[in-house]
């Protein structure tokens, strides 16, 4: 017998998008958004802002109720624009791909802030600065021209939608993220899928998920998947092989971000079939430029070294804004030398130190604050550095702040000054110090500095090591902490450091050939080395019971003691 019209509709259908079940009569609608929500609407994570707070659902993780899978997965999508259903850039008259330089900006989410007419105050507050100009584009993608300047492999493959696996490794604030997001900007007008998954907080379920997905997407309605894993060295090699085979057969293009060498952190098979792209840190020239267009977008008028103050060098100042703010060009020249190449670090200090400036001259009358006239607010370069500090990131990872800071920290904790010892340790990490490195700091002190005093140290830093690793920052910040102060009152031994220092240094002194293995100590797995003596007169201790007489250095060395040796 034909069912009949109701009984269809009430049947329960299997979405072959998110897999849940609805009643027949819903599943067509429910396919469309669906399918248009490309299975989320979020954003891509925004990362460490320890500037400004991160507005609700900056950190978006979650997806639409409809493309939801029942276990809610935290996955989402570069595919649709931020919820403000801000227009995409070209909608927006966006810029031409030369256009790096144009003063109308266009934040990464929305309508251009100076364009929308917010006041200064409001373009400030919320999302941190770096979010919200994040580009949508090539053409507002600043250096990288290795990689992806005019005739390069990847930017041919970009423009022509053809999206190969890749892995982008490159130092924090480089800009992996932010090319992620123009792919997946320009993969949405082929109708490619663009599913992100954070490796910090997915699960190999959420993986598996997102293959299924993706594999419907591919047989009904062969549609593409780009997967996007941001820290994709923080997935376990099981979490890697689950979507190994799905990126060879094509079901998945992967584009994987990691700050660390991906040789060691990314299984060989998986590395093999991606394309390696290294971006480099920012050069100043390029840290200028985006510093320029955020400039721009607030409305802050730049002066040079020869401007009175009022006669902006660049910029339209902002309209809605109470007061004109400027920033001195050589504020700007410092910041764009001191954030290292980090875009974020760069971004976020201007906001920092201009906020602060706005919000001294709303609680002062501008001509008592310091840097503030009749006529305006002005930032200067020591305004950015105190913006900078204040964050506590005036901190130079490769240049001499970094040694001087892990010297700090491991004196502190030689001398047992737990204090010292957790305040070098935190003006690391919020500087934006790589955990491992200080991770990996810690399993030398362990046993250079403690050794078997308490050789549970070694154990101790070990562990701390891998727990930053699964974890990441921020929360492995806690952990390097335990570490630290367990080390900083732990007893101390340098005996094995300091013995094993005159052994080498005994190597070191040496002349001539070096002394052979006695042969007595020798193994002699074959009749000849029995015949030439090996193992000849070896005592096995095992076999004694009183304390057995035997030689173990070599002749010369006789009576040798490291342990009571001093190097000089
Ligand atoms: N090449 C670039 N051109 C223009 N803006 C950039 C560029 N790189 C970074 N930015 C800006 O810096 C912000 C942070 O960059 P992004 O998130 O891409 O860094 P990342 O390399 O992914 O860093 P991390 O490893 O810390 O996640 C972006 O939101 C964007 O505003």
Redesign the pocket.
């Known amino acids: 017998m034909e069912p009949t019209e109701g009984a269809e509709e009430e049947r329960l259908v299997r979405c072959p998008v998110c897999l849940r079940e609805l009643p027949g009569a819903d599943i067509n609608p429910h396919l469309d958004r669906c399918l248009q929500a490309g299975g989320a609407e979020a954003e891509p994570p925004s990362?460490?802002p320890r500037l400004a707070a991160a507005p609700p659902g900056s950190q978006a993780e979650g997806q639409p109720e409809e493309a939801r899978p029942a276990a809610g997965p935290p996955v989402f999508s570069l595919f649709h624009k931020g919820r403000g259903g801000g227009q995409s850039p070209a909608a927006a008259g966006g810029r031409s791909g030369a256009g790096r330089d144009e003063a109308a900006v266009q934040p990464g989410h929305g309508c251009s802030a100076a364009l929308c007419g917010e006041s200064l105050a409001q373009k400030l507050e919320g999302k941190p600065l770096?979010?919200r100009?994040?580009?949508d584009t090539l053409g507002?993608?600043?250096?990288?021209e290795r990689v992806l300047g005019a005739q390069t492999l990847l930017r041919s493959l970009l423009e022509s939608h053809e999206i190969p696996s890749l892995i982008l490794w490159?130092p924090?604030?480089?800009?992996?993220?932010?090319l992620a997001h123009i792919i997946a900007n320009s993969s949405k007008k082929n109708g490619t899928r663009f599913v992100t998954l954070s490796a910090t907080s997915a699960k190999t379920n959420d993986v598996r998920d997102v293959i299924s997905q993706a594999q419907n997407e591919k047989r009904l309605f062969k549609r593409k998947t780009i997967l996007f894993i941001d820290e994709i060295h923080r997935f376990n090699k099981s979490q890697q092989d689950t979507f190994l085979p799905h990126v060879e057969c094509g079901t998945v293009t992967l584009i994987g971000?990691t700050?660390e060498n991906p040789s060691f952190q990314v299984n060989a098979a998986l590395l093999s079939r991606c394309r390696v792209i290294v971006l480099e840190k920012?050069s100043v020239e390029a840290m200028e430029a985006?510093l320029m267009r955020a400039v721009r977008s607030l409305g802050l008028q730049v002066l040079g070294q020869g401007n009175q103050h009022g006669t902006p060098a660049t910029g339209s100042s902002s309209k809605s804004s109470e007061f004109p703010v400027y920033i001195e060009e050589k504020a700007l020249n410092t910041l764009a030398y001191l954030c290292d190449g980090d875009?974020?670090t760069g971004?976020n200090g201007l906001q920092l130190a201009v906020q602060a400036r706005v919000a001294a001259g709303r609680t002062t009358p501008l001509s008592a604050t310091e840097g503030g006239a009749a006529d305006g607010i002005l930032v200067t370069e020591e305004h950015i550095k105190e913006g900078l500090q204040r964050s506590h990131i005036l901190y130079d990872r490769a240049g001499e702040e970094h040694y001087n800071c892990i010297s700090a920290l491991h004196k502190s904790m030689r001398g047992s000054d737990e204090n010292a010892s957790l305040y070098w340790l935190a003006r690391m990490l919020e500087g934006g110090e790589d955990p491992l490195y200080v991770a990996r700091r810690l399993v030398r002190f362990a046993s250079e500095d403690i050794g078997l005093a308490d050789p549970l140290a070694l154990t101790q830093a070990v562990a701390a090591y891998q727990g930053c690793h699964f974890i990441g920052m921020p929360e492995c910040e806690v952990i390097l902490a335990q570490c630290v102060v367990y080390f900083a009152r732990a007893p101390k031994s340098i005996e094995v450091y300091r013995a094993y220092g005159n052994v080498k240094e005994c190597l070191r002194m040496h002349t001539g050939p070096l002394p052979p293995v006695p042969l007595h100590l020798r193994n002699a797995p074959t009749r000849l080395m029995k015949n030439l003596g090996y193992g000849k007169g070896y005592k096995y201790n095992p076999m004694y019971k009183e304390p057995v007489e035997q030689d173990y250095l070599p002749e010369e060395l006789k009576g040798t003691d490291f342990f009571k040796e001093r190097k000089s």
């Open positions: 990362k460490r770096a979010e100009l994040r580009p507002d993608y600043v250096g990288q490159g924090p604030g480089c800009g992996k993220t932010t971000a700050t920012l985006i875009a974020r971004l």
